[in-house]
């Protein structure tokens, strides 16, 4: 039974369309994150919510907003894709104290 | 604020050999500290984390961590290493109290030879 999990796991589509990748997690989790990987797998954090509520909103484009309707799930929508957009982008989750995030395996994004 | 160093980006090792992986970071208030592997196209699995107590701690896959407070360093080390040990391998710090932020190093590609 997956832990984080996201869809799709692969996404190809032109410059300029809008496209949303979805996350969800069963680990009971309050706080779940979006990351952007790039071709040389430096891992950048874009958003964080806990609870619903956004906490962590790092220098991304508003073309990127994310979306919590539970604390279950957190999706990303992305308006006018751009070439640059191509990366991996994961989802992950975590509980307070020392808990360690946990990862979902990525959606692989590529803009043609 | 808090960053992560991985110096070493890339890490040839044979098999059968040991391996450190080093991580320094750098950090106003107390944090835990993670090691990560990514193994291709796959997401980061926890490999072992330092909360408090023992400096050295034991993570799966044989690996292990040695959390140094004064070289603010928690290098990762494994005595053996296996061809399928070859990975991406990130270091990450967050503050114990606070943020929910966690910061991640540039990732070092360990690659086992045969």
């Known amino acids: 039974d997956t832990a984080v999990s996201q869809t799709p796991k692969y996404l190809v589509t032109q410059m300029g369309n809008d496209k949303s990748i979805k996350c969800e997690q069963n680990?009971?989790?309050?706080?779940m994150y979006w990351y952007k990987q790039d071709s040389k797998k430096f891992l950048k954090i874009m958003f964080s919510y806990n609870n619903k509520e956004l906490i962590i909103n790092e220098t991304v484009p508003n073309r990127f907003s994310p979306k919590s309707p539970d604390k279950a799930h957190l999706n990303l929508h992305i308006n006018s894709l751009e070439l640059g957009d191509s990366a991996v982008y994961f989802c992950?989750?975590?509980?307070?104290?020392?808990?360690?995030?946990?990862f979902g395996d990525g959606t692989r994004l590529s803009i043609l | 604020a808090q960053s992560v160093t991985q110096l070493d980006s890339q890490v040839p090792v044979f098999e059968e050999a040991p391996v450190e992986l080093r991580c320094n970071y750098s950090?106003?208030?107390?944090?835990?500290l993670f090691w990560y592997v990514q193994y291709p196209n796959q997401g980061l699995q926890l490999l072992l984390k330092y909360l408090s107590g023992s400096t050295l701690v034991k993570g799966i896959n044989g690996f292990e961590a040695e959390f140094n407070k004064s070289q603010t360093s928690f290098h990762l080390r494994k005595p053996s290493v296996h061809i399928s040990d070859t990975a991406e391998y990130f270091c990450a710090v967050r503050p114990t109290s606070g943020t929910y932020k966690y910061i991640f190093g540039t990732g070092t590609r360990l690659k086992v030879l045969a």
């Open positions: 992950a989750s975590s509980q307070k104290g020392g808990e360690p995030q946990h």
């Open positions: 950090s106003s208030v107390s944090v835990y």
């Open positions: 680990l009971g989790h309050d706080t």
